[in-house]
């Protein structure tokens, strides 16, 4: 059995789904979810399928803390899923080539600090795109600039709304976010 750890600031929609699709059998399991904001909605919907959570502060990511308690779980693979802060550089070097992020935009576009959720479907709105995507891509230390492992695109000539584009990037992410991280785990053995 392989492990994932998914790192989380959000309501946790893909948290919720990655631990749906990997712990009701598979080749991996959600081991566990670590989150720095102990109110956020992934806390609620880990517990509820019982797998662990470890809340942590912006300090604590940042002071070794957090790597300490990553290691205990000897993670195959670590997945951010709506995880906000900058990834620390200590934990990169310590999995190498293991850390992946979903990404609600086609990378390289929309991408960078400060893009995230709403605000990217704004500015794909706003410039009047007619397709957007998701990006699952490693992470290194600078913000959506690892490696690409798989993009997905989706028509938005139709969406009237921001919200009407995130509704389209949210089934992207439910349907294929699962299937990246298994091509992942396939292809890692």
């Not at 880990?46 to 779980?73: C, H, N, Q, W």
């Amino acid at each position: 059995m392989r492990h994932i750890i998914v790192f989380a600031s959000g309501s946790g929609t893909n948290a919720e789904n990655l631990i749906r699709h990997f712990n009701d059998g598979g080749l991996a399991e959600i081991s566990a979810v670590f989150c720095n904001k102990p109110d956020a909605g992934v806390v609620a919907k880990a517990e509820a399928r019982d797998v662990p959570v470890f809340i942590f502060s912006k300090e604590m990511l940042y002071d070794g803390t957090v790597l300490r308690e990553v290691m205990t779980y000897q993670p195959d693979l670590i997945v951010l899923a709506g995880f906000l802060l900058k990834f620390p550089e200590e934990i990169i070097r310590n999995y190498p080539g293991k850390i992946i992020n979903i990404h609600p935009a086609l990378l390289p576009k929309y991408g960078g600090k400060g893009m995230y959720g709403m605000h990217i479907h704004r500015a794909v709105y706003n410039n009047k795109e007619m397709e957007t995507g998701i990006s699952v891509h490693y992470v290194n230390e600078n913000y959506d600039e690892g490696g690409l492992i798989l993009q997905k695109n989706v028509d938005i000539s139709d969406c009237a709304s921001a919200e009407a584009i995130a509704a389209k990037i949210h089934r992207l992410e439910q349907e294929h976010f699962p299937k990246a991280i298994e091509q992942i785990l396939n292809l890692n053995p």
